[in-house]
C-alpha cells in the first residue's frame, strides 16, 4: 500500500503541473477581460491608461509562462495569491467555502453507496421480477437526468409547494447564527438530490455484479451445500459482486464533484460552487488554478482509494497498480 501511495504521488505532480499550466492557457485563451471583471462599473469609464495600468497591478500584462511559474513558485509555498474579483486571499476563500462543501459530497456519497448498494442486491436477489425490473428502469431513468433539473424538482415540490423543507441557504433567514439544527435542515434537499444524481450507477454496477457472482462455481457450490439464502447472498455473492462497485468510488468522483457544484448553485449552498463560477468568468488566474488543482487532487485521490480498497477486497490484486 505504501509503495503504491508513494508511486501515485510521483505520478500526481506531473499531472498538476500539466493541469494548472492547462488552466492558465485556457484562461489566457478566454474572451472575459479580468481587468473588466475587476474593475467592474468603473471599468466602463476609465480611461485605457488606467486600465494599462490595472492590468500591470494584477500581472496579467505577463506573458503566460511568465503568470504561471510566478504563481506556481509562490503556491508551493503556501501562497495561493489573491482572488482579483473576491478582494481575499485565495486561501481564505477555499477555507471559508470547502467544509460546506465537503460536508454535503460527503453525506451524498455515503448515502448513495448505501442506498444504491441495498437495492442493487435486493435486485439481482430476483432478477427479472418486479422489483427488479422497477428498480432498473427507474436507475436508467435517474441516469439521465442532469442534477440541477433534478434539484428545481425538488425545491418546488418540498420547499414550494409542501413547505416542508427550506428552499436554499445554511440557515433560516434573519438567524445570526449557524446551528446544527438548522444546518442539518438545510442540507437535506441538496444531500438528498446529490445522492439521487449517484445512486443509479452504484444500483446498476451493484445488481450486475451480484447477479454474476451469484452465477459462479463458489456461490452454486455453497448454495448445493445447503447453506440459507442469505448467508449465499450475503456471505459469498456480495463480497464478489462488490468488487466492480470499489472502482466505481474513484470514477464517480469527477461527476460527484460536478454535481456539487451544480446542486449549491441551485440551493445556494455555501460551498465553493459560487468562487469557481465567479474565478471562471472573470478569469481569475489565481483563484481558479487552485480550485482546479483541488479538484485534480480529490480525483487522484478517489482513484487512489478505489485501488486501495479493490486490494485490500481482493488479494489475488495486490498493490502493483
Known amino acids: 500500500m505504501a509503495r503504491m501511495t508513494a508511486r501515485r504521488a ?26 473588466k471583471a475587476y474593475a467592474g462599473n468603473a471599468g466602463l469609464t476609465a480611461s485605457q491608461e488606467t486600465l494599462d495600468q490595472l492590468r500591470a497591478n494584477l500581472g496579467v500584462d505577463q506573458p503566460l509562462v511568465t503568470r504561471w511559474w510566478e504563481w506556481l513558485s509562490h503556491a508551493v509555498t503556501g501562497d495561493l495569491g489573491d482572488s482579483a474579483v473576491l478582494r481575499q486571499p485565495v486561501a481564505q476563500v477555499i477555507g471559508e467555502r470547502l467544509g460546506w462543501s465537503v460536508l454535503l459530497a460527503a453525506v451524498a456519497f455515503g448515502v448513495a453507496i448505501v442506498l444504491g448498494t441495498v437495492l442493487g442486491v435486493l435486485a439481482a436477489r430476483r432478477q427479472g421480477g418486479w422489483f427488479d ?33 427550506p428552499a436554499g441557504g445554511l440557515t433560516d433567514t434573519g438567524s445570526a447564527t449557524v446551528t446544527f439544527e438548522q444546518v ?35 456461490v452454486r ?36 464533484i460536478t454535481g456539487a457544484l451544480l446542486v449549491e448553485t441551485v440551493f445556494s449552498w455555501p460551498g465553493i460552487a459560487a468562487a469557481t463560477v465567479q474565478a471562471a468568468t472573470s478569469v481569475d488566474f489565481p483563484l481558479l488554478a487552485a480550485l482546479t488543482v483541488l479538484a485534480t487532487i480529490a480525483v487522484l485521490l478517489g482513484n487512489l482509494l478505489s485501488d486501495l480498497l479493490y486490494g485490500l477486497a481482493d488479494p489475488r490484486v495486490g498493490f502493483d497498480g
Open 133 to 165: 425490473r422497477g428498480v432498473s428502469s427507474l436507475a436508467y431513468t435517474l441516469e439521465a437526468a442532469p442534477p440541477f433539473w433534478l434539484g428545481l424538482l425538488a425545491m418546488w415540490l418540498f420547499a414550494l409547494k409542501l413547505g416542508v423543507l
Open 221 to 256: 457450490g455453497a448454495r448445493a451445500r445447503g447453506l440459507a439464502a442469505r448467508t449465499v447472498l450475503l456471505g459469498h455473492a456480495l463480497r464478489s459482486g462488490l468488487l466492480p462497485v470499489l472502482t466505481l468510488i474513484g470514477s464517480r468522483v469527477p461527476e460527484l
Open 10 to 35: 510521483l505520478f500526481a505532480v506531473p499531472v498538476l503541473l500539466a493541469v494548472t499550466f492547462g488552466v492558465f492557457a485556457v484562461a489566457a485563451a478566454s474572451p472575459f477581460d479580468p481587468v
Open 184 to 218: 442539518a435542515r438545510h442540507l437535506v434537499l441538496p444531500a438528498a438530490v446529490l445522492a439521487i444524481s449517484q445512486i443509479p450507477w452504484f444500483v446498476l454496477y451493484v445488481r450486475q455484479g451480484v447477479a454474476d457472482a451469484l452465477e459462479e462455481d463458489p
